[in-house]
C-alpha cells in the first residue's frame, strides 16, 4: 500500500529543512491518503510545492508528525538495526558498553539519537524499553529484533513498560511485559561503583534515573563531613553517592514508603547496617518548612513540576517556594543542589526562578556549578527541546 502524503502549508516546511523532528498540527494543509489514517502510521511529509521532506510517525495531537528519516528508505528491520547501531556506537564512544564499574545506562534517548518518542536503558543484560508514541509502541517487535542484532549474547532480556507513556487515548490497551528472554524483577547495577537495586517492572521510569550519573558524582565530592538531606529521594542515589562521598550524617526524604524501603536497601547493600543514615516517608515541601540549620548540604530533585506549557506558571511558583524554604535554612557555608527535569522549563526561566528564591530567602548566593543530562543522554543539535535536565550547584553564605 502507498505510504499517505501530507502537504504542509506554505513556508511550514522550513522547519524541517533545519532538520528539525517535528511537524505540528497547524502546518498541515491537506493528506492525501487513500483511507483515514491511522495513529502510529508510516507518513510522508510533502513542501506546499509538492517536494518531499521527510519520514516519520502519524500521531494524534499537537505533534502531528515525529520524523524518523529526511530521506526516502524504507522503514524495515535493517533500518531499525542500523538505528540501533548507531545509538550503541555513540554509548561505545562514551566507555559504557563495556565498563566494569558502570552497568547500566542509556541506549536510546528519543529525539537525541533520531528515534523520537523511544527510550531503551540497559540494566546489566537486561534493555528495558519504553515507547512514548504509537508509533513507537507498534514497532517494538522490530526494536527488540534490532537490540539482540546489536548486542548478541551480551542482551539476555528485554522488557517492554510503556503502559504507562504511550498516549492513553490510543486505546491501545498496552500490558508490559518481556518482549525477549526473561529476568529476576530486582537486578543488582554498579554505577561508578555503586551498587544499586533496579525493579524496571515496578519502579518509576525503567526503574532507575540514570541521568544524575554524573550530577551525583559531584554530590560526592562536596559531601566530606557534611550533613546532608536528600529530598525526593526515590531510591537513594545521591545519598549513596553522599556516604561514599564521606558525609557526616544523611537524610533521606521522599513521600512514598515503598521508595524509602528501597534507600534503605540500597544504603545496606552499599554500607552494611551502621552508616550514618536515616530515612522518612513525608512529603518534602512540608519538611522543609522547619529543618533549622541542620543541613549543610541539601539536594532538591523533585519530580517533573511542568508536563507541558499549560501549567508553567504555577509550576515556577512551586520551584520558587521549594527553593526559598531550603534556602532559607541550609547552614551558612552550606551547599544547595537544586534541579528541575521540566522540558518545558528553560535553563534561563529556572536560574532566574531560583534568583528570585534566594532574594526571598535573603542569602548570598553563589552559582558554582550548572548542570545538565549526563552524555548518554545526548541533545539533537536540532532539537534544543531535547536539554530538559537543568540544575544548579549553591555555595550559600
Given at each position: 500500500?502507498?505510504?499517505?502524503?501530507?502537504?504542509?502549508?506554505?513556508?511550514?516546511?522550513?522547519?524541517?529543512?533545519?532538520?528539525?523532528?517535528?511537524?505540528?498540527?497547524?502546518?498541515?494543509?491537506?493528506?492525501?491518503?487513500?483511507?483515514?489514517?491511522?495513529?502510529?502510521?508510516?507518513?510522508?511529509?510533502?513542501?506546499?510545492?509538492?517536494?518531499?521532506?521527510?519520514?516519520?510517525?502519524?500521531?494524534?495531537?499537537?505533534?502531528?508528525?515525529?520524523?524518523?528519516?529526511?530521506?526516502?528508505?524504507?522503514?524495515?528491520?535493517?533500518?531499525?538495526?542500523?538505528?540501533?547501531?548507531?545509538?550503541?556506537?555513540?554509548?561505545?564512544?562514551?566507555?559504557?558498553?563495556?565498563?566494569?564499574?558502570t552497568t547500566c545506562y542509556r541506549l536510546v534517548h528519543g529525539?537525541?539519537?533520531?528515534?523520537?518518542?523511544?527510550?531503551?536503558?540497559?540494566?546489566?543484560?537486561?534493555?528495558?524499553?519504553?515507547?512514548?508514541?504509537?508509533?513507537?509502541?507498534?514497532?517494538?517487535?522490530?526494536?527488540?529484533?534490532?537490540?539482540?542484532?546489536?548486542?548478541?549474547?551480551?542482551?539476555?532480556?528485554?522488557?517492554?513498560?510503556?503502559?504507562?507513556?504511550?498516549?492513553?487515548?490510543?486505546?491501545?490497551?498496552?500490558?508490559?511485559?518481556?518482549?525477549?528472554?526473561?529476568?529476576?524483577?530486582?537486578?543488582?547495577?554498579?554505577?561508578?561503583?555503586?551498587?544499586?537495586?533496579?525493579?524496571?517492572?515496578?519502579?518509576?521510569?525503567?526503574?532507575?534515573?540514570?541521568?544524575?550519573?554524573?550530577?551525583?558524582?559531584?554530590?560526592?565530592?562536596?559531601?566530606?563531613?557534611?550533613?546532608?538531606?536528600?529530598?525526593?529521594?526515590?531510591?537513594?542515589?545521591f545519598s549513596v553517592y553522599a556516604l561514599a562521598g564521606g558525609?557526616?550524617?544523611?537524610?533521606?526524604?521522599?513521600?512514598?514508603?515503598?521508595?524509602?524501603?528501597?534507600?534503605?536497601?540500597?544504603?545496606?547493600?552499599?554500607?552494611?547496617?551502621?552508616?550514618?543514615?536515616?530515612?522518612?516517608?513525608?512529603?518534602?515541601?512540608?519538611?522543609?518548612?522547619?529543618?533549622?540549620?541542620?543541613?549543610?548540604?541539601?539536594?532538591?530533585?523533585?519530580?517533573?513540576?511542568?508536563?507541558?506549557?499549560?501549567?508553567?506558571?504555577?509550576?515556577?511558583?512551586?520551584?520558587?517556594?521549594?527553593?526559598?524554604?531550603?534556602?532559607?535554612?541550609?547552614?551558612?557555608?552550606?551547599?544547595?543542589?537544586?534541579?528541575?527535569?521540566?522540558?518545558?522549563?528553560?535553563?534561563?526561566?529556572?536560574?532566574?526562578?531560583?534568583?528570585?528564591?534566594?532574594?526571598?530567602?535573603?542569602?548570598?548566593?553563589?552559582?558554582?556549578?550548572?548542570?545538565?543530562?549526563?552524555?548518554?543522554?545526548?541533545?539533537?543539535?536540532?532539537?534544543?527541546?531535547?536539554?530538559?535536565?537543568?540544575?544548579?550547584?549553591?555555595?550559600?553564605?
Amino acid at each position: 500500500m502507498a505510504i499517505p502524503k501530507i502537504f504542509l502549508r506554505r513556508g511550514k516546511e522550513e522547519s524541517l529543512q533545519r532538520c528539525h523532528p517535528w511537524i505540528f498540527s497547524g502546518a498541515i494543509y491537506s493528506i492525501d491518503s487513500e483511507k483515514e489514517l491511522e495513529e502510529g502510521q508510516i507518513v510522508d511529509l510533502y513542501s506546499s510545492k509538492g517536494d518531499f521532506l521527510a519520514r516519520g510517525h502519524y500521531q494524534i495531537g499537537s505533534i502531528a508528525v515525529r520524523v524518523l528519516t529526511f530521506e526516502q528508505q524504507d522503514i524495515n528491520e535493517q533500518w531499525w538495526t542500523e538505528r540501533i547501531a548507531s545509538a550503541y556506537d555513540v554509548r561505545r564512544t562514551l566507555a559504557l558498553t563495556d565498563c566494569d564499574h558502570t552497568t547500566c545506562y542509556r541506549l536510546v534517548h528519543g529525539e537525541g539519537d533520531n528515534l523520537p518518542g523511544l527510550v531503551v536503558d540497559i540494566y546489566g543484560t537486561v534493555a528495558v524499553v519504553q515507547c512514548h508514541s504509537v508509533g513507537m509502541y507498534r514497532s517494538r517487535e522490530s526494536i527488540a529484533k534490532a537490540i539482540v542484532a546489536v548486542f548478541g549474547d551480551k542482551i539476555t532480556a528485554i522488557y517492554d513498560k510503556s503502559a504507562q507513556t504511550v498516549p492513553y487515548k490510543a486505546n491501545l490497551n498496552p500490558v508490559d511485559g518481556y518482549l525477549y528472554g526473561a529476568a529476576e524483577k530486582d537486578n543488582v547495577v554498579l554505577e561508578n561503583g555503586n551498587k544499586f537495586l533496579v525493579n524496571w517492572e515496578e519502579g518509576q521510569k525503567t526503574g532507575f534515573f540514570i541521568d544524575q550519573r554524573f550530577n551525583r558524582e559531584l554530590v560526592k565530592r562536596y559531601a566530606a563531613g557534611r550533613t546532608v538531606l536528600n529530598t525526593f529521594c526515590y531510591t537513594g542515589g545521591f545519598s549513596v553517592y553522599a556516604l561514599a562521598g564521606g558525609a557526616k550524617e544523611v537524610c533521606s526524604i521522599d513521600a512514598s514508603e515503598r521508595a524509602i524501603r528501597l534507600v534503605d536497601e540500597n544504603i545496606k547493600l552499599n554500607f552494611g547496617e551502621n552508616a550514618p543514615h536515616s530515612s522518612l516517608a513525608c512529603d518534602a515541601v512540608e519538611y522543609l518548612k522547619n529543618i533549622g540549620d541542620k543541613y549543610d548540604m541539601i539536594i532538591l530533585d523533585p519530580p517533573a513540576f511542568a508536563k507541558h506549557h499549560k501549567v508553567l506558571g504555577n509550576a515556577m511558583q512551586g520551584y520558587k517556594r521549594l527553593n526559598a524554604r531550603a534556602l532559607s535554612q541550609i547552614k551558612s557555608g552550606g551547599i544547595l543542589f537544586t534541579f528541575s527535569c521540566s522540558q518545558a522549563v528553560s535553563k534561563e526561566l529556572f536560574r532566574t526562578t531560583v534568583f528570585t528564591a534566594a532574594a526571598i530567602a535573603g542569602r548570598k548566593v553563589r552559582i558554582l556549578h550548572q548542570l545538565t543530562q549526563p552524555t548518554d543522554h545526548p541533545i539533537n543539535i536540532y532539537h534544543p527541546e531535547g536539554e530538559y535536565l537543568k540544575g544548579l550547584v549553591l555555595y550559600v553564605e
